[in-house]
């Protein structure tokens, strides 16, 4: 059984940083493409970071792009988003997620704000 657990959300300022985790269980991490979405209150759920099997590659949508960076621990099976400068607009549950396979977390709410 396939196991996505988000962890290091919470309450930020503007301008700051968190990390975010997500240990992952039941799958050989190391062959999947991984993703992180956010879904923030009365919007759709948007992929904002991904990250192939071995690291070497990695895209952002264009939001996040040059603040946030996605990475991965295989050995350890875990998933990281750091996050730098946030806005108030990167409010949102944020989710890990298996490309192309429907396994999410229960995710983890990361809240910017004075």
């Known amino acids: 059984q396939v196991q996505l657990v988000e962890s290091g959300g919470g309450l930020v300022q503007p301008g700051g940083s968190l990390k975010l985790s997500c240990a992952a269980s039941g799958l050989t991490f190391s062959l999947y493409v991984m993703n992180w979405y956010r879904q923030a209150p009365g919007r759709e759920r948007e992929l904002i970071a991904q990250i192939n099997s071995v690291a070497d590659s990695r895209s952002y949508a264009d939001s996040v792009k040059g603040r946030f960076t996605i990475s991965r621990d295989n050995a350890k099976n875990m998933l990281y988003l750091q996050m730098n400068s946030l806005k108030p607009e990167d409010t949102a549950v944020y989710y890990c997620?298996?490309?192309?396979?429907?396994?999410w977390g229960q995710g983890t709410q990361v809240t910017v704000s004075s």
């Open positions: 997620n298996v490309d192309n396979y429907n396994y």
